[in-house]
């Protein structure tokens, strides 16, 4: 068994994300066989399980963006539901990238007093289709994953004053630092903090205590934290001091 999770690690070094079906026919073994090693790799935190594959942990790089859409997709969107909840009527928003957020965007899709605000080819797809919110694409240059950053992209945020900016992260830090991967993405997310009345952060359980590179602010900064599990004693200490309300997703 040993000599197996090796050999696993050694496939995710090199390729950084395989999916179980790979990893089985490259070890010669079942998918059932790999499933059961990436669970006890996973519950040694030597990898990070995803639907159907799994990748390496890092505080640098992020798994890949279709890796990523598969995972936890239940708890997302219980996730999206209750951050949609929160969501006054008539209100402008902020929508920032990532998985989660395609969620959200699909629980606001039928919300025809909306004004939306961005930076996400996916969610301006998945709104647009609906013919719910009116929808402003922030522009600039386009991510592989779907999503425009760069300078042009923070100039038009800056055009905008919304009520709420709705946004994950990558991880939340012991001390209550907001984390993320990139740092072009954490410029347009950064220009949604300060153009917003409130933000709204809604983060699965897999990010608590989550090491990543980037800074992208406070936990002081957020209006409303929605979770899907409670928050570990450090973080709901964090979240009290910074008058953060904490919303625990149902």
Known sequence: MQERHGRIMALLSEHGYATVGEMAAALAVTPQTIRHDINT?????????????????SSTVNAEYAARRHDLRREKRRLAR????????????????????EAVAAELAQ?????????STVDAVVLNRAGGPEIYFAGGAVRREGGAVGVRTVRT???????????????IDADGTLLDYDHSVVMV????????????LVIDHTKFLRPATVHLGHLREVSVLV???ALPASLAAQAGAAGTRVVLAE
């Open 41 to 57: 790799l996973a519950k040694n935190d030597k990898l990070r399980r995803h639907h159907g594959g799994a990748s390496l942990p």
């Open 82 to 101: 209750a951050a949609a909840g929160e969501i006054p009527e008539r209100a402008s928003v902020f929508l920032s990238l990532g998985t989660t957020m």
């Open 111 to 119: 919300r025809g007093d909306l004004k939306v605000v961005t930076n």
């Open 157 to 171: 945020i800056e055009e905008f004053r919304c009520d709420v900016a709705l946004m994950s992260c990558g991880g």
């Open 189 to 200: 997310m950064r220009a949604m903090i300060e153009q917003s009345r409130r933000v709204i």
């Open 227 to 229: 979770i899907d599990e």
